[in-house]
C-alpha cells in the first residue's frame, strides 16, 4: 500500500502539472458556465424544465469525466506502452498494474476536482439549489465516470501505437464533448441534433443527470441499464485485449 501511494502521489503531481489537463478539465467547466449563466442564467431552457444555469451546471460537470477518459487515460497508458515502460516495469516490484491503477485514479480525482469547483461557483457565486436527491446524483454521476473511463481503457488497450490512439481520442473526444450536450446546453441544438446527443453515450448519462436533478426519477431504468452495460461490455473488452508492451 504504501508503494502504491507513492506511486499515486507522483501520478497525481504530474497531471496537476501538465497545462492540457488544467485548462480543459478545470478551467473550460468554470469559464463556459459562468459565460452561460451571465447572459441566459435565469431564462428557460426550451422546453426541458431547467433554466440554462441548472442545464449548464449539470451538462458541465460531465466535462472533467469525458476529458479524463478520452484524453488523459489512453494517452498515459498507450504512450506508456509504446516507449516501453509497461514492459520494464512488467518483472519489477513496480507492476504495471499499479500504475494503470494509479493513472485511473488520478484521472477520476482531475474529474472530480472539476466538479467540485464548477459547484462551489454555481451554489456559492450563482445560489444554484438542485431539486432531486444530491446522493442519487451523485451515485449517476460516478456511474457516468465509470461507463466513460471503460470506454478509454478499451481505446487503450485495442490501440497499439500513439497515432491510432491519437486517431480514436479525437473522434471520440470532440464529438463527445461538442454535440453529446455537455459544454454546449442540448436545448439549444435542432432536433436533429438533440436526437444524436440523446444516443451518444455521454449524452444518455447527461440525460440522466438532468432528470435527477430535476426529481424525477420515473424514467431510470433505461439510462442505468445502458450506462451499466457500456461499462460492462468495454470494461470486459479492455481487460480481455490489454496487452503490457
Excluded: H
Excluded at 460531465?62 to 488523459?72: D, H, L, R
Excluded at 493513472?103 to 459547484?119: N, R
Excluded at 451523485?138 to 465509470?146: D, H, K, N, Q, S
Amino acid at each position: 500500500m504504501k508503494r502504491f501511494l507513492t506511486m499515486y502521489r507522483v501520478e497525481q503531481k504530474l497531471f496537476l502539472r501538465t497545462p492540457d489537463v488544467l485548462i480543459f478539465n478545470l478551467m473550460m467547466p468554470l469559464v463556459t458556465f459562468l459565460i452561460i449563466t451571465m447572459i441566459a442564467g435565469g431564462k428557460d431552457a426550451a422546453d426541458s424544465g431547467l433554466t440554462y444555469l441548472q442545464s449548464a451546471y449539470v451538462s458541465l460537470s460531465t466535462v472533467g469525466i469525458c476529458c479524463s477518459a478520452f484524453m488523459s487515460i489512453p494517452i498515459t497508458i498507450v504512450e506508456s506502452r509504446s516507449q516501453g515502460i509497461l514492459r520494464r516495469m512488467y518483472c519489477s516490484p513496480c507492476s504495471p498494474a499499479r500504475l494503470l491503477a494509479c493513472d485511473t485514479i488520478a484521472s477520476g480525482v482531475m474529474a472530480v476536482l472539476s466538479t467540485f469547483i464548477l459547484t462551489v461557483a454555481a451554489v456559492g457565486v450563482f445560489g444554484y439549489r438542485m431539486q432531486g436527491s444530491v446522493l442519487v446524483y451523485i451515485g449517476v454521476w460516478l456511474l457516468t465516470m465509470a461507463s466513460m473511463f471503460s470506454i478509454g481503457l478499451m481505446v487503450a488497450s485495442l490501440c497499439r501505437t500513439t497515432k491510432s490512439m491519437n486517431v480514436a481520442t479525437t473522434v471520440l473526444y470532440f464529438p463527445m464533448l461538442l454535440f453529446s450536450g455537455a459544454t454546449i446546453p442540448a436545448e439549444v441544438f435542432p432536433a436533429g441534433f438533440r436526437a444524436v446527443a440523446r444516443w451518444m453515450p455521454l449524452g444518455v448519462g447527461i440525460d440522466l443527470l438532468k432528470s435527477v436533478s430535476m426529481g424525477c426519477y420515473d424514467k431510470m431504468a433505461v439510462p442505468v441499464f445502458t450506462l451499466t452495460a457500456i461499462t460492462v461490455f468495454c470494461g470486459a473488452v479492455a481487460v480481455k485485449t490489454f496487452r503490457w508492451e
